[in-house]
């Protein structure tokens, strides 16, 4: 079969995996490891060791070499204190125990070298924002948890990534006091290349020395020249160089990383695409099997004793709650990261003689699958029988940071509603903030945004941009995230008389925000005639026609029960009694009141 064909329906299935994982809202490493072990072993339709020859090799290294640095990259020192001390626990002493555990019962389950061990151990003690986030997602546990696993896996991938590395250049230093000094030169060597090329790599964009347009692909070149460049001076040091340089840029004061950071999320989507594949069609399902009851136990350790114990010793002092602790313990499904660094590791420790090398890939393999699958397909379940579990997400995502929107994500911030404030006008967020509301500065619709924005907890979206191709442009990009009834759009005076263009624009339009004669200039106007938003108690013996009676000039804007689910008044016949109405209410009507 045609080569070049072959190669480009592997990356054309691995971007319809990621597709799959992003309608479906599951970690995209299900449908990539599906496919990869179907062409490969199952149907032999594709086999990587025949099809690449001696390209693999260099394939997967430089693939992996370029994961590591993405990954590295976002490693901010100063982040980690400001997740609290959970999330800080998770990330060091967590991780040691998690190690720890699973490196012991590696050892003793199969008799393998301490070495081999301990680099299992670290392999699989991560978890990772790409398993970790879609599952938040689907599951929608409460904000305690979903901000401790989210954080966790964005902060325990680099530092994970890192103490594999470290582990696997002690072995191939040659694990002995007397090759103490080999491992001592592949560190010094990794560290002096890394930090002068993250010197000279930050200079150079700096100074503008290197133009905007070539920026991306000059910084992916530099990456696998250092990488090329490590190894050649002291062997098997190029992955911890690239890493070290990921964590210097990443900490380097005044580096523009986010541009760079958002090719290499991109080039990283499709390198993960078509190395996964490529890694799972090698995987050999005799050597998958083999592992049996023991490599069963194995996951059973890492599931339930491993786990549990990092999450109680890191929360211990901490407010979570018994069940909070129980959810926390159950969500920890391991990544694509570990499947790359095993399989490139196994290949370059094949020749060492080192026992149980043969073991690591379907280890990994095991671990991945089981918790996965398990944890994965069970979570919500769990999270239900636990009662964590939020039916649906109530806050708010705003597109707009001008007086409308601002007055209506305080008055909901002050009803205790998740509010998140987007917009890509500086003075407009930083008057957000000084409401005490969170805010993304940047456009709401970029790719910065789809990696940077938080919506764990947000389940609606308001666009209130005085710029209309915004709004309609939210309403496209996050209608998958939240559904379309999810979704209001605020009105403007010309929407009541649309043309031709607006009437095709319709077509992308959801729901209307507030009722048919509220508009952005009306509400904007009675903001500066000094009207208040306003919050009522309607009951049986108050009704809204006895609010209607009570005050004559008033905007509704929605209503909120005592659950803090709210409901868009868009139709006054649906206002039902026993809530909370909130509406804008003209100056002297206010005065009235009080």
């Known amino acids: 079969m045609d080569t070049a064909f072959i190669l480009s329906a592997i990356v054309g299935l691995g971007i319809v995996a990621q597709w799959l994982a992003w309608y479906l809202k599951q970690p995209s490493i299900l449908f990539l490891l599906l496919i990869g072990i179907v062409v490969g072993p199952v149907l032999n339709l594709f086999n990587p060791d025949a099809i690449l020859g001696d390209l693999l090799f260099p394939f997967i290294s430089l693939g992996v070499a370029v994961i590591l640095f993405e990954g590295a990259l976002t490693l901010e020192f100063d982040e980690i204190k400001q997740h609290g001390k959970v999330v800080q626990l998770l990330v060091s002493l967590g991780m040691l125990i998690t190690v720890s555990v699973i490196s012991v019962a590696t050892y003793f389950l199969f008799e393998v070298d301490w070495r081999i061990a301990l680099l299992f151990g670290t392999l699989v003690c991560v978890t990772g924002p790409t398993v970790i986030v879609p599952l938040l997602r689907s599951v929608r546990p409460n904000s305690n948890i979903a901000n401790i696993l989210k954080w966790e896996g964005i902060i325990i991938d680099p530092i994970g990534a890192i103490a594999v590395v470290l582990v696997y250049e002690y072995i191939i230093s040659g694990g002995e006091a007397s090759e103490i000094g080999t491992f001592a030169k592949i560190i010094a060597v990794a560290g002096v290349i890394g930090m002068a090329g993250a010197w000279l790599l930050a200079n150079l964009i700096k100074r503008h020395m290197i133009p905007e347009y070539l920026r991306n692909v000059f910084v992916l070149a530099y990456i696998l020249l250092l990488f090329t460049a490590s190894n050649h001076f002291a062997h098997e040091s190029g992955l911890l160089t690239v ?204 790719t910065h945004a789809d990696g940077h924005l938080d919506l764990i907890g947000l389940g609606n979206m308001f666009a209130i941009s005085t710029d209309k191709e915004l709004n309609t442009l939210s ?118 009141s009080a």
Not at 274 to 287: D, S
Request: with cysteine.
């Open 475 to 592: 309403e496209i990009h996050y209608r998958h995230e939240f559904d379309k009834e999810n979704i209001y759009r605020i009105r403007f005076s010309d929407d009541n008389n649309p043309t031709e263009r607006y009437d095709i624009q319709d077509n992308y339009r959801s729901n209307w925000l507030f009722g048919k004669n509220v508009t952005y200039a009306k509400l904007a106007s009675m903001l500066a005639k000094n009207a208040r938003v306003k919050v009522t108690n309607l009951t049986d013996s108050y009704t809204y026609q006895d609010y209607k009676t009570t005050n004559k000039q008033f905007v509704p804007l929605y209503t909120i029960d005592d659950k803090g689910f709210i409901s868009i008044i868009n139709d006054e016949q649906t206002i039902p009694t026993n809530c909370r109405i909130v509406a804008l209410v003209a100056e002297e009507e206010t005065a009235k």
């Open 243 to 446: 890493t070290v340089l990921g964590v210097a840029l990443a900490n380097w004061k005044g580096f523009p990383k986010d541009h760079i950071l958002e090719f290499k999320e991109s080039l990283t989507v499709l390198l993960i695409s078509t190395l996964f594949i490529i890694l799972a069609a090698r995987v050999n399902l005799e050597h998958l099997t083999s592992v049996g009851m023991a490599g069963i136990l194995l996951l059973f350790v890492a599931m339930f004793i491993a786990r549990p114990l990092a999450i109680w010793f890191s929360s211990i002092g901490s407010s979570l709650t018994l069940n909070e602790k129980l959810m926390i313990s159950w969500i920890g499904p391991r990544g694509i990261v570990a499947a790359a660094i095993s399989s490139l590791f196994a290949i370059k420790l094949q020749d060492t003689q080192i026992q149980g090398v043969e073991l690591l890939v379907p280890l990994v393999f095991t671990i991945i699958i089981g918790t996965v699958l398990i944890q994965g397909l069970g979570a919500k379940t769990i999270a239900k029988l636990l009662n964590v579990q939020e039916s649906v997400y109530k806050g708010v995502l705003i597109i707009g940071s001008n007086p409308v929107a601002l007055a209506i994500a305080k008055s909901l911030k002050d009803q205790n509603v998740d509010v998140l404030v987007a917009s890509r006008h500086y003075n407009e967020v930083a008057k957000a903030r000084m409401l005490g509301l969170r805010t993304y500065y940047g456009n709401p619709v970029s």
